[in-house]
């Protein structure tokens, strides 16, 4: 099965699952696949159940997939667990056969401190699986305030300038990814995520990047790369 070759139709997994009293069914069987990294945030626990945070993709045939955007942990007792690689990255890959229990409470606990871990790892690490398109990216934390009764942000657009700011070109990380946009389709694609702890390569001027934390990486990327936008300092300082 090579899940990055299949298309997204969520339609066609909504339609495998059922509700059965707080439990989420597979009718025909079904795979979950996520990060295998999620375990360094404590966004799953791999035992002989798992528990993992509800950002996951889903396929029924290997050929379609939906994904889930939960910023929520899920328990979930799945047939059989495999670690895979999927474009140089481990996942781990839940398979549950026809009938079985995907969801074993759909009562998903209400968590503020997960919080934290997904920014953490989806911001600060720039962390973003290959089943996440732009979209999904920025509006990640948007219903945090359901699920975890924590609004991260006023509204969506400042959901939005803070997700645009790690968005960058597949081709170059000094591109954002906004500027290559050409139509809305291209928002139902992946970006290049930068980790947003990275000074010199979210910083916009020269005088910005020397005065990072990371004093020689700001020197190396302030000689080597263009300002965004100068400051007027620039002129005083670097004549």
Same mark, same amino acid.
């Given at each position: 099965m090579?899940i990055t070759?299949?298309?997204?139709n969520? +339609?066609k ?7 059965? !009293?707080?439990? +989420?069914?597979?009718?025909?069987g ?5 990060p295998?990294?999620?375990?360094a945030k404590?966004?799953a626990?791999i035992?002989g159940?798992v528990?993992?945070l509800g ?8 050929? +379609? ?5 939960a ?7 799945p047939?059989?667990?495999?670690l895979?690689?999927?474009? !140089?990255e481990?996942f781990?890959?839940?398979r549950?056969?026809?009938?079985s229990?995907?969801?074993?409470n759909r009562f ?5 401190k997960?919080v934290?871990?997904?920014?953490? %790892?989806?911001y ?6 290959f089943?996440?398109?732009v ?12 699920w ?9 657009i400042?959901?939005?300038? %803070?997700?645009?700011?790690?968005q960058?070109s ?8 906004r ?9 139902l694609?992946s970006?290049?995520?930068i ?7 979210n910083? +916009?001027?020269r ?14 990327s302030a000689?080597?790369d ?8 620039e002129q005083?300082?670097?004549?």
């Amino acid at each position: 099965m090579d899940i990055t070759k299949a298309t997204r139709n969520p +339609t066609k997994v909504h339609a495998d699952l059922k509700a059965v !009293g707080n439990t +989420t069914v597979t009718k025909g069987g079904c795979w979950i696949i996520f990060p295998a990294d999620y375990t360094a945030k404590s966004l799953a626990f791999i035992t002989g159940e798992v528990t993992v945070l509800g950002c996951w993709c889903i396929t029924t045939d290997g050929k +379609t997939y939906g994904v889930s955007s939960a910023t929520a942990m899920m328990r979930m007792i799945p047939d059989d667990i495999q670690l895979v690689e999927i474009n !140089g990255e481990d996942f781990y890959q839940l398979r549950f056969e026809p009938g079985s229990v995907v969801i074993q409470n759909r009562f998903l606990p209400c968590d503020k401190k997960i919080v934290y871990n997904v920014m953490s %790892y989806f911001y600060d690490y720039g962390k973003a699986p290959f089943y996440m398109n732009v979209i999904d990216h920025a509006e990640l934390l948007s219903e945090t305030k359901r699920w975890n009764d924590l609004a991260v942000f006023k509204d969506q657009i400042t959901h939005d300038i %803070y997700s645009a700011q790690l968005q960058r070109s597949l081709k170059d990380t000094g591109s954002f990814y906004r500027h290559t946009i050409k139509s809305p389709a291209d928002l139902l694609k992946s970006a290049q995520y930068i980790p947003l702890r990275d000074g010199p390569a979210n910083k +916009t001027s020269r005088l910005a990047k020397i005065a990072d934390t990371e004093l020689h990486r700001g020197i190396r990327s302030a000689l080597q790369d263009d300002p965004i936008r100068p400051e007027p300092l620039e002129q005083l300082y670097m004549r």
